[in-house]
Structures are given as C-alpha cells and as structure tokens.
C-alpha cells in the first residue's frame, strides 16, 4: 500500500479510484462484492483502493444488517465544492 496519501488530488490520480468514485455516484448503497464485480477486480484488490478514499474522506460505508454498502461522502464533498 502507498504511503500517506491526503490530498484528495493523490487519492484521485489513479485511474481505478476515479472508477470507484463514479461508480458509487452511479450505484450508491453498492456492496463491495458487487463493486468488485462491477469493476472486474478482486476484493482485496479494492479494498486498498477504499481504504484510500476512505482516510480522505471521499467515501463512507454504513452496515445494513449483514450488507456494508458503500457511498460517496455528499457531506464532506458539498463542503469541498463550498470552499471554492
């Protein structure tokens, strides 16, 4: 796994992180299963990829009953697009 990475322009510079934001705005609430599926990659390939959007705070997960479904952060990215 990289190192530090906190900026949310490093996070976004590898392509397969960009997929995974669009394909959360495109699917929110998705699984990981169905991300990894969706993306053509396998789980543990991904979840260093999240965890890296996670610690920028891009995305976030809730638990629903044994479901982790994942979505965009709306509330850290409406204040990033504020500050401009």
């Given at each position: 796994?990289?190192?530090k990475?906190?900026?949310?322009?490093?996070?976004l510079?590898?392509?397969?992180?960009?997929?995974?934001?669009?394909?959360?705005?495109?699917?929110p609430?998705?699984s990981l299963?169905?991300?990894?599926?969706?993306?053509?990659?396998?789980?543990?390939a991904?979840?260093?990829?999240?965890?890296?959007?996670?610690?920028?705070?891009?995305?976030?997960?809730?638990?629903?009953?044994?479901?982790?479904?994942?979505?965009?952060?709306?509330?850290?990215?409406?204040?990033?697009?504020?500050e401009?």
């Open positions: 796994m990289p190192g990475i906190l900026s949310i322009k490093e996070a510079s590898h392509p397969l992180r960009r997929r995974i934001v669009v394909a959360l705005m495109d699917d609430g998705i299963r169905q991300l990894a599926r969706h993306l053509g990659i396998g789980i543990g991904l979840s260093g990829h999240l965890s890296i959007l996670y610690r920028t705070g891009l995305i976030r997960e809730e638990k629903q009953g044994n479901r982790l479904q994942l979505f965009i952060n709306e509330k850290y990215v409406a204040n990033l697009i504020g401009r």
